[in-house]
């Protein structure tokens, strides 16, 4: 009977947030890409390396938080000398600044399996607010999330100047490159 009440009173010094569930994003199964104009094609290109933790708390969702590390020089578009030019001192500087970065601020459930996740996102030494809409793809069919889930995750085009990644302003006239840059984020993350 001791030990009952011990673990009844030890119960109630635990934080709400201790029964949040722990996912790592699994890289194998998750994609971030981007794609952007330029002239009359679309530029397409993946980052392969990147990790990231998803706290989800269904009790209390304002309790959730994602964070994400992205390796800039995983960049790939296909091309290996375009990679290498934006891997340059002139674009990323991935020497400088090997990461892009998010850390989320405030998490809003908007439905049942869905979500706005507010946080600051870092690229090339600059941090902005970046809203992400994020969906569950993979419903849990109990209380508690599968081992596995699926999220699709949506965000408004980033304006790539507003983090100071512009090319020499020659190359920047002549290049047709869009300042608009689309993410496209798939995860699949595991307990």
Do not use: C
């Not at 400088?96 to 459930?109: D, G, L, M």
């Not at 980033?158 to 047709?176: A, P, Y």
């Amino acid at each position: 009977m001791r030990a009952y009440r011990f673990l009844f009173a030890a119960l109630l010094f635990v934080p709400l947030g201790a029964f949040a569930e722990t996912y790592k994003i699994d890289t194998a199964h998750s994609r971030i890409a981007f794609s952007l104009h330029q002239f009359v094609s679309t530029v397409r290109g993946d980052f392969h390396r990147f990790s990231g933790t998803i706290e989800v708390d269904r009790e209390h969702p304002e309790r959730s938080s994602v964070t994400a590390r992205i390796s800039v020089a995983s960049i790939d578009t296909k091309i290996q000398k375009r990679d290498h030019h934006l891997l340059s001192p002139e674009f990323f500087d991935a020497a400088k600044f090997p990461e892009i970065t998010f850390k989320s601020r405030s998490v809003k459930q908007t439905g049942e399996n869905s979500g706005d996740i507010l946080g600051d996102f870092t690229m090339h030494g600059v941090t902005k607010p970046m809203m992400l809409h994020v969906k569950l793809a993979t419903p849990p069919s109990s209380e508690s999330l599968p081992e596995r889930t699926r999220w699709i995750v949506t965000t408004d085009p980033i304006n790539r100047k507003d983090f100071g990644l512009m090319f020499s302003s020659t190359s920047e006239s002549i290049s047709g490159i869009s300042n608009n840059v689309t993410p496209t984020i798939e995860i699949e993350a595991v307990k």
